[in-house]
């Protein structure tokens, strides 16, 4: 019985949509360690390269007929700078190279793991995490320069009848200290989810049956995931200006 099963096995589909997320070391079998050339380094490095060479090579013409990188990078631009005015004021405008940053470095991330072959860093919740830690501490520390203890009013509802003010402070200070996680999970979450459901398509691409249903499946959610990878960037910054705006403006 045991043959069977294992003939079984052996000849029917077998993949693994979960190890394209493995990490592995970019030289040898190894272990990896802390400072371990990974397949993560490989890409988190060719997304930084690419974030300079679009913002920086790309626009360094400032041509009036703008190439097509130029035309990406303005559009980023204008669409960032208003995102940040239009959520935290005048005065959120000075963090605006942080957060520009910080969308381009997520948003080419998400594209260039939809690359076949490619590592999805973004799909990494140890990179998210550091990424949504980073907001996390940058806006709490800037809130407690700017408004002093007074930012401490931001977990005090004011408009709230009295008696509810206690309970709702709890209930804010719980959320407030949730928002990383809620940050870095929901970027990683979904990035990880859709790369997952198109290489099980992928994986039923084998079977002549259904093959074409299949690489039909593997398109659509190929454009889903094209949609997916620019609306995750889009909300990781636009809450990013949420909580920012919390910090500069405190008070319910």
């Not at 800037?142 to 002093?148: A, C, K, R, Y």
């Amino acid at each position: 019985m045991a043959t069977e099963a294992n003939g079984a096995e052996e000849g029917g589909l077998v993949f693994h949509p979960m190890d394209q997320f493995i990490v592995s070391p970019l030289f040898g079998d190894g272990a990896v360690n802390m400072f371990t050339i990974t397949n993560v380094t490989l890409w988190m490095a060719i997304t930084v390269l690419s974030v300079i060479g679009l913002l920086v090579v790309g626009t360094s013409r400032r041509a009036i007929v703008p190439s097509r990188a130029q035309s990406i990078a303005e559009l980023a631009y204008g669409f960032i700078y208003k995102m940040v005015e239009d959520v935290t004021g005048k005065e959120g405008v000075k963090y605006f190279p942080y957060i520009m940053t910080l969308f381009m470095f997520i948003v080419l991330a998400n594209f260039l793991g939809l690359i076949p072959m490619a590592f999805t860093t973004t799909s990494h919740i140890a990179v998210t995490a550091v990424l949504a830690m980073a907001v996390f501490l940058t806006v709490t520390v800037l809130g407690f320069v700017i408004n002093g203890a007074s930012f401490l009013s931001l977990f005090w509802v004011s408009s709230a009848p009295l008696a509810l003010r206690p309970v709702l402070a709890i209930i804010e200070i719980i959320s407030y200290f949730v928002r990383p996680v809620s940050h870095s999970i929901r970027l990683a979450g979904n990035m990880m989810a859709g790369h997952a459901v198109i290489k099980v398509f992928a994986g039923f691409a084998a079977i002549a049956a259904i093959s074409p249903l299949s690489i039909l499946a593997i398109t659509a959610m190929y454009g889903l995931e094209v949609l997916v990878s620019f609306i995750q960037a889009y909300v990781f910054t636009i809450l990013t200006c949420v909580y920012l705006k919390d910090a500069l403006h405190p008070h319910h």
